[in-house]
């Protein structure tokens, strides 16, 4: 929620033993850029770490979204792999893949 609206979400999935991926989205635009997903994922990530015992969390982008790999890259995650491609934004965009151990 932000100021009153839901706006997205942030998820986490494929869980096995220590490992979970997470997830966001924030739908609004307008709202890209101003921390609200950088603090949405370091909440759930307290969250899986205390609560559920994950230590090791992955993700997955674009190459295209920049703004996501940036917020990925400020959190700590580190690219391990470049692989296949999707459509983003109309375009086809390589994947990548994060990981980041706490």
Avoid: P, Q
Avoid at 14 to 38: H, P, Y
Avoid at 94 to 102: A, D, E, P, T, V
Wanted: glycine share 10%; proline share 0%; aromatic share 8%.
């Amino acid at each position: 929620m932000y100021e009153g609206r839901l706006i997205g979400y942030v998820d986490v999935v494929l869980i096995n033993d220590v490992t979970a991926e997470i997830g966001i989205a924030i739908g609004e635009r307008n709202l890209w850029g101003r921390g609200i997903g950088t603090s949405s994922i370091l909440k759930l990530m307290e969250y899986a770490s205390k609560e559920l015992g994950i230590k090791i969390f992955k993700a997955e982008t674009h190459e295209a979204n920049t703004r996501s790999r940036s917020m990925l890259e400020k959190i700590g995650f580190r690219e391990i792999d470049r692989d296949g491609t999707d459509n983003y934004l109309g375009l086809d965009s390589c994947l990548i893949r994060y990981k980041l151990h706490i």
